[in-house]
């Protein structure tokens, strides 16, 4: 049973404060590859949805599909929905076995952040009226400077990462 909210988070998992990102998503025990960090859930939003919802939703949405994504509606809703507490780096630890299952993607170790790739879940719809554009606070070899939601379609990204992306980007990079 989930007490926390709409999503479920590994109970070696904890958010506490981030020297570079504000909160975010740690271990506190070893957790091995594969194994399920946080299964997701809360309210699904349209692009409307996340229109009405102003610049706010560009910044926390994880999409699920072309169409659809994770959102909360307001602030106090993050705390919910942990996955969105989970921050990006261009070298993750974390990514997505399906649609709502965030999973590691090698052995993390007691103390370190829980990251994954923003490629891994964002995309570019031609109705939305925000678009995400961020500057990378990573600090890894292989920093890309700037997180931009086309970022799935960098081949090199792909080919790394491609069994861990959401499986409706998947099935896009496949067509490209």
């Known amino acids: ?26 271990a ?3 957790i091995k590859k594969d194994e399920v960090l946080i299964v997701m859930g809360g309210y699904i939003c349209n692009t409307n949805d996340e229109n009405n919802l102003g610049k706010f939703a560009t910044g926390y949405n994880i999409d699920l599909s072309e169409e659809h994504s994770f959102c909360p509606l307001q ?8 996955q969105h507490l ?3 780096s261009c070298e993750p630890n974390a990514g997505f076995r399906d649609t709502c299952f965030m999973v590691a993607i090698k052995d993390i170790f007691s103390d370190e952040e829980i990251v994954y790739d923003y ?23 292989s ?9 799935w379609e ?3 990204i ?16 496949k067509q490209i």
């Open 28 to 30: 506190n025990r070893l």
């Open 154 to 156: 960098i081949r090199d």
């Open 143 to 151: 920093c890309r400077k700037i997180i931009t939601e086309n970022d």
């Open 158 to 173: 792909q080919n790394k990462y491609g069994e861990y992306f959401q499986p409706f980007l998947r099935r896009r990079f």
């Open 119 to 141: 490629a891994f879940v964002m995309w570019s719809s031609d109705d939305s009226e925000y678009h995400f554009n961020l500057k990378c606070l990573c600090q890894t070899l």
């Open 86 to 88: 989970v921050n990006h």
């Open 1 to 26: 049973m989930n007490k926390r909210g709409f999503s479920w988070i590994d109970p070696r998992l904890e958010v506490r404060k981030t020297s570079k990102y504000g909160r975010g998503v740690f």
């Open 75 to 82: 602030e106090s809703d993050i705390d919910l929905m942990p």
